[in-house]
């Protein structure tokens, strides 16, 4: 059973940065697109970054452009998400995500992922 493993969550002070990593069991050929998403306490699982399965694509929504930046090597299987400027209301569960279908254009929803990492916690402190 192919798995998704976050790690690089943990408490830091506003301002500062993290990297967080997604590392998965497998190696598909061809690459998935991969994104991040988040939860906070009371509200709903939201994106905050998506790469394409070319690597050539990010997308990203206001609350985190120019702060965060998602990578992948598909050589190692992972994908990072770098955080920097960070800021109390970016306190959320992190979970990775694969796309269920290969070499289609970035997609948003929830429901076009079907493979999800087990999460990590980001407590931002002001």
């Known amino acids: 059973q192919v798995q998704l493993v976050e790690s690089g969550g943990r408490l830091i002070q506003a301002g500062g940065s993290l990297r967080l990593s997604c590392t998965a069991s497998?190696?598909?050929?061809?690459?998935?697109?991969q994104a991040w998403f988040r939860q906070a306490p009371g509200l709903e699982r939201e994106m905050v970054a998506a790469?394409?399965?070319?690597?050539?694509?990010?997308y990203y929504p206001d609350s985190v452009k120019g702060r965060f930046t998602i990578s992948r090597d598909d050589a190692k299987s992972t994908i990072y998400l770098q955080m920097d400027k960070l800021k109390p209301e970016d306190t959320a569960v992190y979970y990775c995500?694969?796309?269920?279908?290969?070499?289609?254009?970035?997609?948003?929803?929830?429901?076009?992922?079907?493979?999800w990492g087990q999460g990590t916690q980001v407590t931002v402190s002001s």
């Open positions: 995500a694969r796309d269920s279908s290969a070499r289609v254009p970035i997609r948003k929803g929830l429901n076009d992922y079907d493979l």
């Open positions: 790469i394409s399965w070319s690597g050539l694509n990010t």
């Open positions: 497998d190696r598909p050929r061809p690459p998935y697109n």
